[in-house]
């Protein structure tokens, strides 16, 4: 069968799909990228903002308006949340939770009957490389969250903590290097809780990780703050670790922070990122907000403004606080207007734009390894990659030569006119592997 996987949400959501793709092919099944040949649709879907399910309900009707032949499994917060009315309103064949997800293909088989063709299925042992990228995997590591945010309907839809087996990790990484694959990104909802339910812990399972395969860049998901012991940095002296962390604040005011029950005040946050730039050259460190949480006064969010500026991010991800049912935030008094949400949030992203810029200054000029993404297929010129603590870089087009999946040296030499991205040109001759 043609089997056509898309996913919405964030990383984990990515790394789950791409664990479905080996698993339909691994049993003969064939991936597709257009939707108009699938004999299946699975759909991955997201909660975490109204918007995301607003989106989540829109790919779903457009799966059974554009192919209407193709059976239609759905999975995923937004799923999981309402799978009664996904399954009625928006005719869908099958609703696998996300308690059942990792399971998700043997349950589509037995269920739908899907027919496979034995001689296309991949061999024991064998994985198929990414979908989104020949450069770049995500591996679950693990899923489910202790915590209570009060604003996050993703613990609801999530259930308890969960790890994968640290066997099956290194693996999987192997398998992915094997096959030409040079940098992973292990993700989870908690990822700074793996462990807990194997007696092991973040720290032990990126040291396997680095000492028991060869794959040249290792990064990580999104990181709680206060899951970082101050043992923790010591992990980035080997360079195959990447110096970049994704810390998610929510907000720069110690009282939205209470209201959100986080677990991490500013000042501590502060004195966390001033020792990973002391212990780790060049780190970056980005982070996520939310705009508008209930009850955010003019004073909690010039607070706001003053520790991000303060911190000096080099990237943010701004959300727009929307009510999630069932939250606690959901029933918290003095709900903000959108009006002064979206005035909110226009402030914030130009911030976020200066803070990327000033980021960006600070290496052009230098030279720094990148690794180069594209299809190695596709004769397009333009090219970029990342630097190892996550700068996109543009690359100047060197007549077409510009090669995918090597990890070259490459002068900065300047900004790009959106204020995005790093401008530069591959030194001749220098390679650098890791």
Same mark, same amino acid.
Request: some cysteine; hydrophobic content about 35%; overall charge neutral.
């Given at each position: 069968?043609?089997?056509?996987?898309?996913?919405?949400?964030?990383?984990?959501?990515?790394?789950?799909?791409?664990?479905?793709?080996?698993?339909?092919?691994?049993?003969?099944?064939?991936?597709?990228?257009?939707?108009?040949?699938?004999?299946?649709?699975?759909?991955?879907?997201?909660?975490?903002?109204?918007?995301?399910?607003?989106?989540?309900?829109?790919?779903?009707?457009?799966?059974?308006?554009?192919?209407?032949?193709?059976?239609?499994?759905?999975?995923?917060?937004?799923?999981?949340?309402?799978?009664?009315?996904?399954?009625?309103?928006?005719?869908?064949?099958?609703?696998?939770?996300?308690?059942?997800?990792?399971?998700?293909?043997?349950?589509?088989?037995?269920?739908?009957?899907?027919?496979?063709?034995?001689?296309?299925?991949?061999?024991?042992?064998?994985?198929?490389?990414?979908?989104?990228?020949?450069?770049?995997?995500?591996?679950?590591?693990?899923?489910?969250?202790?915590?209570?945010?009060?604003?996050?309907?993703?613990?609801?839809?999530?259930?308890?903590?969960?790890?994968?087996?640290?066997?099956?990790?290194?693996?999987?990484?192997?398998?992915?290097?094997?096959?030409?694959?040079?940098?992973?990104?292990?993700?989870?909802?908690?990822? &700074?809780?793996?462990?807990?339910? $194997?007696?092991?812990?973040? #720290? /032990?399972? +990126?040291? %396997?990780?680095? *000492?028991?395969?060869?794959?040249?860049?290792?990064?990580?998901?999104?990181?709680?703050?206060?899951?970082?012991?101050?043992?923790?940095?010591?992990?980035?002296?080997?360079?195959?670790?990447?110096?970049?962390?994704?810390?998610?604040?929510?907000?720069?005011?110690?009282?939205?922070?209470?209201?959100?029950?986080?677990?991490?005040?500013?000042?501590?946050?502060?004195?966390?990122?001033?020792?990973?730039?002391?212990?780790?050259?060049?780190?970056?460190?980005?982070?996520?907000?939310?705009?508008?949480?209930?009850?955010?006064?003019?004073?909690?969010?010039?607070?706001?403004?003053?520790?991000?500026?303060?911190?000096?991010?080099?990237?943010?991800?701004?959300?727009?606080?929307?009510?999630?049912? &069932?939250?606690?935030?959901?029933? $918290?008094?003095?709900?903000? #207007? /959108?009006? +002064?949400? %979206?005035?909110? *949030?226009?402030?914030?992203?130009?911030?976020?734009?200066?803070?990327?810029?000033?980021?960006?200054?600070?290496?052009?000029?230098?030279?720094?390894?990148?690794?180069?993404?594209?299809?190695?297929?596709?004769?397009?010129?333009?090219?970029?990659?990342?630097?190892?603590?996550?700068?996109?870089?543009?690359?100047?087009?060197?007549?077409?030569?510009?090669?995918?999946?090597?990890?070259?040296?490459?002068?900065?030499?300047?900004?790009?006119?959106?204020?995005?991205?790093?401008?530069?040109?591959?030194?001749?001759?220098?390679?650098?592997?890791?």
């Amino acid at each position: 069968m043609q089997v056509h996987l898309k996913t919405l949400g964030c990383r984990l959501n990515e790394a789950e799909l791409e664990a479905w793709s080996r698993g339909f092919r691994a049993r003969g099944h064939q991936i597709t990228p257009m939707l108009s040949e699938a004999d299946l649709v699975v759909i991955n879907t997201c909660a975490v903002t109204g918007e995301a399910v607003r989106k989540s309900r829109k790919l779903m009707r457009r799966a059974g308006r554009d192919n209407p032949r193709a059976k239609l499994v759905v999975s995923g917060c937004f799923a999981s949340l309402n799978p009664g009315e996904t399954a009625q309103a928006l005719g869908v064949d099958l609703v696998v939770e996300n308690a059942d997800k990792d399971r998700l293909v043997e349950i589509a088989e037995r269920t739908l009957d899907l027919e496979a063709m034995p001689e296309l299925a991949t061999l024991p042992g064998e994985y198929g490389l990414p979908l989104t990228s020949r450069q770049r995997a995500f591996i679950k590591v693990q899923d489910g969250c202790r915590y209570q945010c009060t604003f996050c309907v993703v613990t609801q839809a999530r259930g308890k903590e969960r790890s994968v087996d640290p066997n099956e990790i290194v693996e999987i990484i192997n398998a992915f290097y094997d096959q030409g694959v040079q940098e992973v990104v292990l993700t989870g909802v908690h990822i &700074g809780g793996y462990g807990n339910d $194997l007696d092991s812990n973040l #720290s /032990k399972l +990126i040291g %396997r990780v680095l *000492s028991e395969t060869d794959i040249p860049r290792l990064r990580l998901g999104a990181v709680e703050p206060w899951d970082l012991p101050e043992s923790f940095w010591a992990l980035f002296n080997n360079p195959r670790f990447m110096p970049h962390l994704h810390l998610p604040l929510q907000s720069g005011a110690d009282s939205v922070l209470r209201r959100m029950a986080r677990r991490c005040k500013v000042d501590e946050f502060q004195r966390l990122v001033n020792q990973a730039r002391r212990h780790i050259p060049h780190f970056n460190v980005t982070t996520d907000i939310i705009v508008g949480f209930p009850g955010e006064t003019n004073r909690e969010w010039q607070q706001t403004m003053e520790t991000v500026s303060n911190i000096g991010f080099g990237h943010l991800h701004i959300f727009a606080y929307s009510t999630r049912p &069932g939250t606690r935030a959901a029933s $918290l008094p003095g709900q903000v #207007s /959108k009006e +002064i949400i %979206r005035t909110r *949030s226009r402030e914030l992203h130009e911030l976020g734009k200066r803070l990327t810029r000033e980021t960006l200054r600070q290496y052009t000029g230098h030279r720094m390894p990148v690794l180069i993404e594209g299809d190695p297929s596709s004769n397009d010129a333009d090219r970029s990659g990342y630097t190892p603590n996550f700068l996109k870089v543009s690359l100047e087009d060197n007549e077409g030569r510009i090669p995918v999946n090597q990890i070259r040296m490459v002068e900065l030499y300047g900004i790009s006119e959106s204020g995005g991205e790093l401008l530069g040109k591959i030194v001749p001759e220098a390679w650098l592997t890791v």
